[in-house]
Nanobody
Framework: QVQLVESGGGSVQPGGSLRLSCAPS????????MAWFRQAPGKEREFVAV????????YYAESVKGRFTISRDNAKNTVYLQMNSLKPEDTAVYYC????????????????????WGQGTQVTVSS
């Protein structure tokens, strides 16, 4: 079964930057919609950002807008999350998610719409 593989997590001080990457374990598998979610201890999984091949390409959660940037390399079938100006409240396990079909704009933040998930990568922001 195709899985998503995340990399790039780690520990950083407040104000620092990290770049996460996500690619399918099988390189030829194609998705329309790829997204990042995160889950902090004791909290529900929350939407971070999404990139779609068609239509309006990107959406962001209000809490990360202006600090995080999602991008995609279609040739490598890889999605990235550039995280700048990190805050302690960004500490969480970050998950990559994907769907073969395009997810409508009103539903991109709903984790139930995604068929494929990675194992998660820890991001810790602390001084």
């Amino acid at each position: 079964q195709v899985q998503l593989v995340e990399s790039g997590g780690g520990s950083v001080q407040p104000g620092g930057s990290l770049r996460l990457s996500c690619a399918p374990s099988e390189g030829t598998f194609r998705y329309d919609t790829m997204a990042w979610f995160r889950q902090a201890p004791g909290k529900e999984r929350e939407f971070v950002a999404v990139h779609r091949r068609s239509g309006t390409h990107t959406y962001y959660a209000e809490s990360v807008k202006g600090r995080f940037t999602i991008s995609r390399d279609n040739a490598k079938n890889t999605v990235y999350l550039q995280m700048n100006s990190l805050k302690p409240e960004d500490t969480a396990v970050y998950y990559c998610a994907a769907a073969v079909n395009r997810i409508i704009s009103s539903a991109v933040a709903d984790h139930r719409m995604y068929n494929y998930w990675g194992q998660g990568t820890q991001v810790t922001v602390s001084s």
